[in-house]
């Protein structure tokens, strides 16, 4: 089951209402308590988001709300998305950095492609694999920090899907475009996905999003923070009578920039799509952007 929510007009009143829908009085007490404890993120968030905090963020409860956020035809799409901007055919080597549980990863490996998937997550690689194994597909599947890479020309393609790009500071996100750089041949395309920061900032903050599988829910709630031009995302998880808290900051870029930074990077031509791949538009969502080396 999927519920999904929004509400802008302060976290008190999100709260109130979504769990009046779908949460046991005793949780709704439990949560409240919660978020009036700490409701501002600025205190607890800085430029950037260390390995240790990514690797919180992105556990067991990534994955176990990972369908019903990404419903599988939605998923099956997306890689239809990346096939085509990326021009993957049969047999080509293509690396996903932060490849997460291989929602995207697999889809492309059913596909034809060789692929190669990386992240800093163990237990989602140890999904991955799972998946993979599943269904029959040989997938590589490495453990590792998309600043510092192994490979070097060795793929015809690589992305970043999902908003996996922007996380570090300045330096360590443009250490990451030439990391991507190197590990491509000549020729090689990149394709970043990125919330649209434009359409992004057109919303009040905070916006605060519901989701529920069965009797859980995971709370995300989204604040911008205009003078560093990143966005926070505070996750609140209510599962088996639980609650847990994680949180999550991200750069946001203008395509001027992602042009400024990959041309530095090494790569020759910028270009920016829609989250479909149609022209890009400043009512877009999504701001993908592919480059070429």
Not at 163 to 180: I, Q
Not at 194 to 215: E, G, T, W
Not at 258 to 267: K, Q, S
């Amino acid at each position: 089951m999927t519920v999904t929510k929004t509400f802008n007009n302060g976290i008190e009143k999100y709260t109130n209402i979504a769990f009046q829908y779908y949460m046991p009085r005793a949780t709704i007490c439990a949560i409240h308590h919660t978020v009036e404890g700490k409701s501002k993120m600025d205190d607890k968030i800085d430029n950037s988001i260390s390995p240790s905090e990514l690797e919180s963020y992105f556990g067991e409860d990534y994955i176990y709300f990972g369908d019903v956020v990404n419903l599988p035809e939605s998923s099956d799409r997306q890689a239809e998305v990346i096939c085509d901007l990326l021009s993957i055919g049969q047999d080509s080597p293509v690396i996903e950095l932060g490849c997460g549980y291989g929602r995207i990863s697999n889809r492309l490996a059913e596909k034809g492609a060789q692929v190669t998937g990386l992240d800093i997550s163990p237990i989602l690689l140890k999904k991955a694999e799972a998946d993979a194994a599943e269904r029959g597909l040989n997938v590589e599947y490495v453990l590792g920090d998309m600043r510092s890479l192994p490979w070097r020309d060795r793929f015809d393609a690589a992305f970043l899907w999902y908003t996996t790009f922007g996380y570090f500071d300045d330096a360590d996100n443009e250490t990451v475009l030439r990391e991507a750089a190197s590990c491509l041949r000549t020729g090689g395309r990149l394709l970043i996905d990125h919330p649209n920061r434009i359409d992004f900032l057109s919303h009040k903050s905070p916006i605060c999003y519901v989701a529920q599988r069965h009797n859980d829910v995971r709370i995300d709630i989204f604040s911008n923070d205009v003078l560093r031009d990143r966005s926070n995302l505070e996750r609140i998880i209510v599962r088996d009578g639980c609650v847990r808290r994680t949180h999550l900051s991200f750069r946001q870029y203008g395509f001027s920039e992602y042009v400024r930074m990959l041309r530095g990077a090494g790569f020759q031509t910028v270009e920016a799509y829609g989250q479909e791949g149609e022209a890009f538009t400043s009512d877009s969502s999504r701001l993908v952007v592919v480059a070429y080396k």
